[in-house]
């Protein structure tokens, strides 16, 4: 008994004299202690901050608008790269990593030297990065009912991420599309929200898995080879009136909950550390003003800990026309429980009528003192005051083979077996490899740009083969038939030239060109010209598989009767191998649809359950084949 309490005596004096050597010196600063506790860090730095510094954590700006002079005078919060902004085009990983760490010096030459986080959308991979690996579009992932799938991809777009020094991905999209008339809607898994939440573990891929004992709601971010997650667009985003993007939701509180909600609570249940809020309304209240949802139910009943940070220009858009009054949209966005705010230009505005708002007491301060402890508790829990710049070794994870065979599997396990013949006897596929000769068409065949989609290299995307590195399908068709086989290509062939072609069989790749946001709203959900005109010219003259690489359903009605095989190949990203891999049977085709097929868009909103439901093919169809040469 005297040994343990001299034991403990001696603990107990070797604590107090490392406290009288911090207190001692002048230099110590508890928040850089790593060996503290979070909260204690946490409250010694806000105890240190301005009022200044407090709103300037708030701000996020986009890299170009920012300079290492404006973070370190106004402790800028974080910085993002949009859709399309880049250091340069085609700009190396390198570039990327000294890029971010400039910045980052900045941030660190500030008083206090709190780091700054960087964001950027990898919805699909690193998709703003050229030679980065695109993987399949979140509507593919979801007919591939694989949740470890999913998770793989996360953890490897984490490593693409982190290659180019960024530590923040506006990851995943959890959005229930209930309209494919929604222009977002390949950016969501399902309109089944029980499918949406299974694919929330992708959060864990991105941010690693969360300790057993951590309490819900606390943000966590396992190393530096994980990023930051933002679970988004909080709320209701995907079930806007006709598919209109950025519309409102009608909808009672139950549906709501029901069909919305679910993935966000399952997202802070697996540790995300951030939410975006929604351009959207939920009956007639912009989200990004809406206190009881944000503050009230995602902070109090959900006990979500992290930050919740706005969309682009969000708090611009509460006003109609947008940023018609400034002001109010500011002290909206605040008092709804907005944390950071993607301004992502006028940071000088929002600063100064803020602070104004502060000072007159019309914003409480104990409402900065939130949104700031949120801030600096993701980025503590992802060690950046231990380490703010990028590791260089991760640099040759972006597009390595192993992520692009990863991404392979998924296009692979994503395609979805509409038709195959009249019946089973009569199967058009597999393919057989050894014909003669075979023609390929459609102008999706053989565009890079065009199977990636939307959010590659530029917002809106691209056409072409010249944007970034991958296989088109027309390539993986090359490279999976025996080599004596005659490839023939012609986009747009006239039915005569395919009589004349003398073909075995056709592909015929067709579907939507690029589009993202509000760009893809549409009425009429058609396949793009001359799409149509291929399916007729080349299925009346030949036996023919069609393949449609679309974000959604499209109006393809009247086109079956014409086609002996029609497959749903989504946006497959940059490995198209994986369809050639499925066409040919090396693989059979497993996926499932993710959303309800229509009839006509007279339909629409149409989606399982409901009491008028007469789909051309409903949620969760697919036809399936054995890899040839199986058991």
């Known amino acids: 008994?005297?040994?343990?309490?001299?034991?403990?005596?001696?603990?107990?004096?070797?604590?107090?004299?490392?406290?009288?050597?911090?207190?001692?010196?002048?230099?110590?600063?508890?928040?850089?202690?790593?060996?503290?506790?979070?909260?204690?860090?946490?409250?010694?730095?806000?105890?240190?901050?301005?009022?200044?510094?407090?709103?300037?954590?708030?701000?996020?700006?986009?890299?170009?608008?920012?300079?290492?002079?404006?973070?370190?005078?106004?402790?800028?919060?974080?910085?993002?790269?949009?859709?399309?902004?880049?250091?340069?085009?085609?700009?190396?990983?390198?570039?990327?990593?000294?890029?971010?760490?400039?910045?980052?010096?900045?941030?660190?030459?500030?008083?206090?030297?709190?780091?700054?986080?960087?964001?950027?959308?990898?919805?699909?991979?690193?998709?703003?990065?050229?030679?980065?690996?695109?993987?399949?579009?979140?509507?593919?992932?979801?007919?591939?009912?694989?949740?470890?799938?999913?998770?793989?991809?996360?953890?490897?777009?984490?490593?693409?991420?982190?290659?180019?020094?960024?530590?923040?991905?506006?990851?995943?999209?959890?959005?229930?599309?209930?309209?494919?008339?929604?222009?977002?809607?390949?950016?969501?898994?399902?309109?089944?929200?029980?499918?949406?939440?299974?694919?929330?573990?992708?959060?864990?891929?991105?941010?690693?898995?969360?300790?057993?004992?951590?309490?819900?709601?606390?943000?966590?971010?396992?190393?530096r080879d994980k990023v930051a997650a933002c679970a988004k667009h909080y709320v209701g985003d995907g079930g806007t009136t006709r598919g209109i993007n950025e519309n409102n939701t009608v909808i009672d509180r139950h549906g709501l909950m029901s069909i919305h909600m679910p993935a966000y609570n399952d997202a802070i249940i697996k540790g995300v550390s951030t939410v975006m809020v929604s351009y959207s309304s939920w009956n007639g209240l912009k989200m990004h003003a809406n206190r009881d949802l944000v503050t009230n139910f995602l902070k109090g009943t959900l006990k979500f800990r992290g930050f919740v940070i706005s969309d682009w220009q969000g708090i611009d858009r509460i006003t109609t026309p947008e940023h018609a009054n400034y002001s109010y949209s500011v002290l909206a966005g605040v008092n709804a429980g907005i944390d950071m705010f993607m301004l992502p230009f006028n940071h000088t505005d929002f600063i100064d009528i803020l602070t104004d708002f502060v000072e007159r007491k019309i914003v409480p301060m104990s409402r900065i003192d939130d949104a700031v402890r949120r801030i600096l508790r993701v980025k503590f829990t992802m060690g950046l005051f231990e380490k703010p710049m990028a590791d260089q070794t991760f640099i040759d994870k972006l597009g390595s083979q192993a992520h692009r065979d990863l991404a392979r599997e998924a296009v692979r396990k994503s395609l979805v077996l509409l038709k195959n013949g009249e019946n089973a006897d009569g199967a058009a596929l597999p393919l057989p490899k050894n014909a003669a000769r075979i023609l390929v068409a459609g102008t999706h065949a053989n565009n890079l740009g065009y199977q990636c989609g939307g959010w590659t290299i530029a917002w809106q995307g691209l056409s072409g083969n010249n944007n970034t590195v991958g296989t088109t399908i027309l390539n993986g068709i090359s490279a999976t038939v025996d080599s004596d086989t005659e490839i023939i290509f012609s986009e747009n062939p006239s039915m005569d030239y395919v009589k004349a072609s003398n073909v075995s069989y056709a592909i015929v790749v067709v579907g939507e060109q690029p589009y993202a946001e509000t760009q893809g709203d549409s009425l009429n959900l058609t396949i793009s010209e001359p799409g149509p005109s291929t399916i007729t010219n080349v299925c009346a003259a030949v036996k023919c598989v069609v393949v449609l690489v679309s974000g959604r359903p499209v109006t393809v009605g009247p086109y079956l009767p014409q086609v002996d095989a029609l497959v749903a190949a989504w946006l497959p990203g940059t490995e198209g191998q994986g369809v050639a891999d499925v066409l040919f049977g090396d693989y059979g085709f497993t996926g499932r649809l993710p959303r309800t097929w229509f009839k006509t868009v007279d339909q629409l909103p149409m989606n399982f359950g409901d009491e008028q439901y007469d789909p051309l093919f409903p949620l969760g169809f697919g036809l399936t084949t054995e890899p040839v040469g199986s058991s």
């Open 1 to 223: 008994m005297r040994m343990t309490s001299l034991a403990t005596l001696g603990f107990l004096l070797l604590c107090c004299m490392a406290f009288a050597i911090h207190a001692s010196d002048p230099g110590y600063m508890k928040f850089r202690d790593p060996q503290q506790p979070l909260s204690k860090r946490i409250r010694d730095l806000m105890n240190r901050m301005t009022l200044e510094e407090k709103i300037g954590q708030m701000v996020q700006l986009d890299r170009s608008a920012a300079t290492a002079e404006i973070m370190r005078d106004y402790s800028i919060g974080s910085l993002l790269s949009g859709g399309g902004s880049v250091p340069r085009l085609q700009a190396t990983p390198q570039e990327w990593i000294d890029m971010v760490n400039d910045f980052q010096k900045g941030s660190l030459s500030s008083r206090l030297g709190i780091p700054m986080i960087y964001g950027i959308d990898a919805v699909h991979g690193q998709n703003n990065v050229y030679k980065a690996t695109i993987f399949p579009h979140n509507v593919g992932l979801g007919a591939t009912r694989d949740p470890d799938l999913v998770r793989r991809i996360g953890v490897a777009t984490a490593l693409e991420v982190r290659a180019t020094g960024i530590n923040y991905a506006f990851a995943p999209c959890i959005a229930v599309c209930r309209d494919p008339r929604w222009g977002r809607c390949f950016e969501s898994y399902s309109e089944d929200p029980k499918i949406v939440k299974m694919m929330t573990e992708i959060i864990p891929g991105l941010q690693g898995d969360i300790p057993s004992d951590l309490p819900k709601g606390i943000p966590y971010v396992a190393g």
